[in-house]
Nanobody, 124 residues
Framework: QVQLVESGGGLVQTGDSLKLSCVVS????????VGWFRQAPGNEREFVAA????????IYDNSVKGRFTISRDNAKSTVYLQMNNLKPEDTALYSC?????????????????WGQGTQVTVSS
């Protein structure tokens, strides 16, 4: 089993920054790709960013490209999401997920393990 615990969310103003953390624990947890997803009330879960198990490859949704940065420190079993220049439309519950995607890093169904999420609220 793999467990994921997110932290770092909060209430911020437009233009502010936040850094989310996702601690991944369990057997062979560092062998998994990790993705960040978000879900706003009434909306479907959407892809934000993902990184391969070694951090050498990352991908982003166009809505966050240039503002968000995903990184991982396997020595600390932690994946980060640095979020800069936050906008009200970034408001959502942010969850991290671990898995071994075969077809697309952007699809939630490719990830088998999920955290509970951390709330990010951006006021205008």
């Amino acid at each position: 089993q793999v467990q994921l615990v997110e932290s770092g969310g909060g209430l911020v103003q437009t233009g502010d920054s936040l850094k989310l953390s996702c601690v991944v624990s369990g057997r062979t947890s560092t062998n998994y790709a990790v993705g960040w997803f978000r879900q706003a009330p009434g909306n479907e879960r959407e892809f934000v960013a993902a990184t391969t198990w070694d951090g050498t490859s990352t991908i982003y949704d166009n809505s966050v490209k240039g503002r968000f940065t995903i990184s991982r420190d396997n020595a600390k079993s932690t994946v980060y999401l640095q979020m800069n220049n936050l906008k009200p439309e970034d408001t959502a519950l942010y969850s991290c997920a671990a898995g071994s995607p075969r077809s697309s890093f952007r699809s939630p169904v490719e990830y088998g393990y999920w955290g509970q999420g951390t709330q990010v609220t951006v006021s205008s």
